[in-house]
């Protein structure tokens, strides 16, 4: 079974530019995660969809960040324009439901470093 | 508010060490789950174990093993005999029966096994 899949890896842009990170889920989880890591910590939820539409963007900065996750299955996050402060790592997950219990599997992870 | 401490930053050992990881969660609700991933170098989190706060019984996988306290809000990892490949970022994960399943994760403690 192919796991999540992120690309890109690595970007390296300038402040004020904009960067687009891209997710496949797992087939058939209908639940998709963004988290955001930055060094030293551990990942902040940004956004949460359940199929394509968005259960958790409480913690989302949106006069720069958006999502969308299109027919439920890809997702892509952007940020627009960036900051010196959104270097991290996104990291995007998914699971079958969005129980408190259901597993989360986790992807590779794009790392943004914002100079 | 829900929070996950981590207190150790970082933990080295020499192979063949036995070490703790050690865990405090707070919430006030009863029903919810507590998770442990493995941060390795390439980046993706791995599942190691999730609990749920109805099971106070501990666990045991190979050299892995787990005591979840609920007296002490406390959800600790043991590893026994360690070796060099497991060494990595470990992380404490919360999540909550009624919240999506978002996971509130620690800091993280790096773990160093060296030969």
């Known amino acids: 079974e192919a796991g999540v899949a992120q690309s890109p890896r690595y970007k390296i842009i300038e402040k004020r530019q904009s960067v687009a990170f891209w997710c496949n889920p797992i087939s058939g989880h209908a639940t998709l995660y963004w988290y955001q890591q930055i060094l030293g910590q551990g990942p902040k939820l940004l956004i949460q969809f359940q199929n394509n539409g968005v259960v958790d963007d409480s913690q989302l900065p949106k006069d720069r960040f958006s999502a969308e996750r299109l027919k439920g299955v890809d997702s892509t996050l952007k940020i627009q324009p960036a900051k010196l402060e959104d270097s991290a790592v996104y990291l995007c997950?998914?699971?079958?439901?969005?129980?408190?219990?259901?597993?989360?599997?986790f992807g590779p992870g794009t790392r943004l470093t914002v100079t | 508010a829900q929070k996950v401490t981590q207190a150790q930053t970082e933990i080295s050992v020499v192979e063949k060490e036995d070490v703790t990881l050690d865990c405090v969660y707070e919430t006030r609700d009863t029903t919810y789950y507590l998770f442990w991933y493995k941060q390795p170098p390439s980046g993706e989190l791995v599942f190691l174990i999730r609990?749920?706060?109805?099971?106070?019984q501990n666990e045991i996988s190979g050299r892995y093993s787990w005591n979840f306290q609920k007296s002490t809000s406390s959800f600790n990892f043991t590893i026994t005999a360690s070796q060099v490949v497991d060494s990595a970022v470990y992380f404490c994960?919360?999540?909550?029966?009624?919240?999506?399943?978002?996971?509130?994760f620690g800091q993280g403690t790096e773990l160093s096994v060296k030969p």
């Open positions: 994960a919360l999540s909550l029966y009624n919240q999506g399943g978002k996971l509130i």
């Open positions: 609990r749920n706060s109805f099971d106070e």
């Open positions: 997950a998914s699971s079958l439901g969005a129980r408190g219990r259901d597993e989360q599997y």
